[in-house]
């Protein structure tokens, strides 16, 4: 079991910059692939961004490439999103999610492939 708490969300202005966090309780935090989603209201759960067990292999959704980019830290057991360049369109609640992988550059777009979930942190994008 893993338990995810993100953080770093909040309100900015069209253009700025923030830096999203994910802590997870687990010691083999090195062992799950991570990835980054996002829910507006009244929308679908959107992909975000995504990594892979080491860090070495990435994915990004069409909308969000050159603006964001996820990275890692195993020791930190952590998962950060870095968010620049942003848009109204970003405003949603975030979520990062966990999936146990036996490879280490196994990484997913689909939410359903993520057994664990954290309870999200709100970004707000004003004109």
């Known amino acids: 079991q893993v338990q995810l708490v993100e953080s770093g969300g909040g309100l900015v202005q069209a253009g700025g910059s923030l830096r999203l966090s994910c802590a997870a309780s687990?010691?083999?935090?090195?062992?799950?692939?991570m990835g980054w989603f996002r829910q507006a209201p009244g929308k679908e759960r959107q992909f975000v961004a995504a990594?892979?067990?080491?860090?070495?292999?990435?994915i990004n959704a069409d909308s969000v490439k050159g603006r964001f980019t996820i990275s890692r830290d195993n020791a930190k057991r952590a998962v950060y999103l870095q968010m620049n360049t942003l848009k109204p369109e970003d405003t949603a609640v975030y979520y990062c999610?966990?999936?146990?992988?036996?490879?280490?550059?196994?990484?997913?777009?689909?939410?359903?492939?993520?057994?664990?979930w954290g309870q999200g942190t709100q970004v707000t994008v004003s004109s």
């Open positions: 999610a966990a999936d146990p992988e036996l490879f280490m550059s196994t990484v997913y777009s689909d939410y359903a492939k993520y057994d664990y």
């Open positions: 990594i892979s067990r080491g860090g070495a292999n990435t």
């Open positions: 687990a010691r083999t935090f090195s062992n799950y692939a």
